[in-house]
Each structure stands twice: as structure tokens, then as C-alpha cells.
């Protein structure tokens, strides 16, 4: 069974910088995709950034120059380095992974972690 488990979210001042871990466990095969969404109550879920297994990045045009995902893959590890946060940040941050294991290629999502920028 795969799991995707977060960490590294909290309360931050703006201008601040924190950084989300999520590491995956399980039966791993490979992993394909591995991205961040966010979400606020009322809203969407929406893409934060994107780590495809080749190495190319995407990011949602609010977090650009401010955001970094990167991946370590002998850890099965995907990080988000958040610098210069902003209220608007202020969300519930969600790991989510295409993983493939003996048995097929699913998608998962790791439980979310709070991340709050106020003053």
C-alpha cells in the first residue's frame, strides 16, 4: 500500500520562508509525476507546482520566483521551498503523486498540511 505523507507547514510571518516535505512509502516501483496543489475553503484545489519525472517544472504564475519544487528520488521525497510568503498563501498544501507499483500506475494524495502567513 502506497502512502503519501507531508510535513513542514505552520504558522509564518510574511516574508518568510517554509519548506513542505512529502515523502512517499509504500511498494514503489517508480514514480512518474510529482506535483503540489493547494487549497483554501470555498476553492478549488488548485496546481502549485508541477515535477515530472524528466526534471522539467511548472509553476502557477502566483508562486513563480517565489516557490521551488524539487525532488529527491532515492528518498521517494518531493519538497516545495516557499520564500517571500504572502497571506494569499495562506492554504491547506497537498502532495500528490502518479505512482507506479507491481501491480499498476495510480494517482495518490497525501492528507494535506496547514500552512498560515499572517502577522
Known amino acids: 500500500q502506497v502512502q503519501l505523507v507531508e510535513s513542514g507547514g505552520g504558522l509564518v510571518q510574511p516574508g518568510g520562508s517554509l519548506r513542505l516535505s512529502c515523502a512517499a512509502s509504500g511498494n514503489i516501483f517508480s514514480i512518474h509525476d510529482m506535483d503540489w496543489y493547494r487549497q483554501v475553503p470555498g476553492k478549488q484545489r488548485e496546481l502549485v507546482a508541477h515535477?515530472?519525472?524528466?526534471?522539467?517544472?511548472v509553476y502557477t504564475d502566483s508562486v513563480k520566483g517565489r516557490f521551488t519544487i524539487s525532488r529527491d528520488n532515492a528518498k521517494n521525497t518531493v519538497y516545495l521551498q516557499m520564500n517571500v510568503l504572502k497571506p494569499e498563501d495562506t492554504a491547506v498544501y497537498y502532495c500528490?503523486?502518479?505512482?507506479?507499483?507491481?501491480?499498476?500506475?495510480?494517482?495518490?494524495w497525501g492528507q494535506g498540511t496547514q500552512v498560515t502567513v499572517s502577522s
Open positions: 515535477s515530472a519525472s524528466g526534471g522539467a517544472t
Open positions: 500528490n503523486a502518479n505512482i507506479m507499483t507491481i501491480r499498476d500506475l495510480r494517482n495518490y
